[in-house]
Every structure is written in C-alpha cells, then in structure tokens.
C-alpha cells in the first residue's frame, strides 16, 4: 500500500475511462485494462531496427553452447533461482557456458545475486554484465545460442523478441506477453511459471543435443514487430478515431 506500483494503478482507474482507447502491448495487458477502458487495441512495442540486421549464417564453430540471460536483478524475472537451476545442469555434466546482462539495484534480492555470481565466477562457466549498449548486446546475441527467460509476469516480453529475432533458441515461462510473441515460433520452448524441473530437463537436454534455429522465427519477427508494421498499425488506428470523432457535415 502506497508503494509507486499502487499509486500507479489507482490513477489508472481514475485516468483510463477518460480517454478514447488505450494501446495494449499484449493479450495480457489488454486483459488488465479492458475493464476499465472505453476500447482497447492491441498493439506490440516494435524492436529497434538494429535488432533486423544481418544474422550470423551458423553458430556451429561456437564451443561451448552459450546462455543468455537478460533482465533486471529483481524477483519477478528469477536471475537467482536460474543461476541456482543453471548450476545444478553444470554440476551434471552438461558443458556450457552463461551470461547474466541486468542492472542489479542494492535491494537484498540483488545481493544475493551478486554473492552467488562471485562464489561460482571462478569455476568460468558463468560471467555478468550489468549494463551494454546496443551494439555490444547485439553482438553478444549473436555469439550466443540461447536465451533463457523465467519471469513470474511480463507484460510484454522486448528481450524474447529481440532475441528470435537474432536467430536464439528461446527457453521461457508461460506468462503475459511472451505467449504472443512465442506464437508459431519453433524455437521457443514454453513452460508454466512454476514447473522447474521441467524447464531443466529440456534445457540440460537441448544442451547435449542442441537443434540449428529455424529461418521462420525472424520472418516471423519481422512481420510481427519490425518499427513500419507497428507504425502502420498506430496510423490507421488514429486515422479511424480522428474520423469518428470530427463533426459530420
């Protein structure tokens, strides 16, 4: 109670039946929203063109298989409890290599994070970043083989859009957002939030054996995502509410 998430939401309520419609980035947050707003549409957040650049043609030279893991250091996107699940598949056997990129606050959840990368670091299977700029987190994409993705909610999802489009294989929870962009995708693997060992058996798995990306997760990217099909789809939203609201003659 009146954190800035709380406050957030009760001017929500006050604010959104005011308007004409409200943009939703996902299934999810249009199911937030709808109840309280006059229409909705559903429209993604577009990636940054960057992210359409060419593609390395084959990751195969690249030794041992690499791990992304992107997202604040905060208990709903799980860095620790996937470090911690990381280190189990690494104690098996299974070789790989991974990198955490995200900011890490001085909350206690964030030290702990921190304590545990320090303890492992030295074994050289697992390394931290917390800031990159674009090009360099591109690059790190494109050196890499897959990303995993655990949060508890996500109202959107950037990264997994971000990184299909970059040709990874996708390993992430069910929720929000990443179920649309995951949509027809074959190189995403979904699982419910809370079924861990499940994501760790595919993943130790995929590991051993991994599988080449398909060429139609980036098409699919591309279609759904790239900055001219969203701005396409704003355009002709706004031209339907302008029309519907000047006065008939």
């Known amino acids: 109670m009146f954190s800035f998430w709380w406050l957030q939401a009760k001017l929500e309520a006050l604010v959104l039946p005011m308007f004409n419609g409200v943009f939703c980035n996902s299934n999810h947050t249009q ?5 309280l707003a006059r229409k909705t549409w559903l429209v993604p957040n577009p990636l940054r063109l960057s992210f359409f650049s060419p593609t390395p043609a ?11 893991v992107i997202g604040a250091i905060t208990p709903n996107k799980r860095p620790l409890e996937l470090l911690r699940m990381l280190k189990s598949i690494y104690n098996s056997g299974a070789p790989f290599q991974v990198m955490f990129v995200g900011s890490a606050s001085g909350s206690p959840y964030g030290k702990n994070f921190l304590d545990e990368v320090a303890k492992v670091k030295r074994e050289g299977w697992i390394d931290f970043q917390e800031k990159l700029p674009e090009s360099d987190l591109i690059k790190l994409m494109d050196s890499s083989h897959a990303l995993l993705h655990f949060p508890m909610e996500e109202a959107f999802g950037l990264v997994v859009a971000e990184a299909l489009a970059r040709r990874l294989k996708l390993f992430a929870a ?6 649309d962009i995951s949509k027809g995708v074959q190189d995403a693997e979904l699982f419910d939030a809370d079924d861990w060992p499940a994501l760790e058996y595919s993943l130790k798995a995929w590991i051993h054996k991994p599988t080449p990306p398909s060429p139609i997760s980036r098409d699919l990217m591309v279609s759904r995502y790239h900055p001219k099909v969203i701005a396409a789809k704003h355009l002709e939203i706004y031209t339907s509410v302008l029309s519907a609201s000047l006065p008939k003659e």
């Open 174 to 179: 069910k929720v929000g957002g990443i179920i």
């Open 31 to 35: 199911s937030l929203v709808c109840s």
């Open 58 to 68: 084959s990751r195969s030279h690249i030794k041992p298989i690499r791990l992304l």
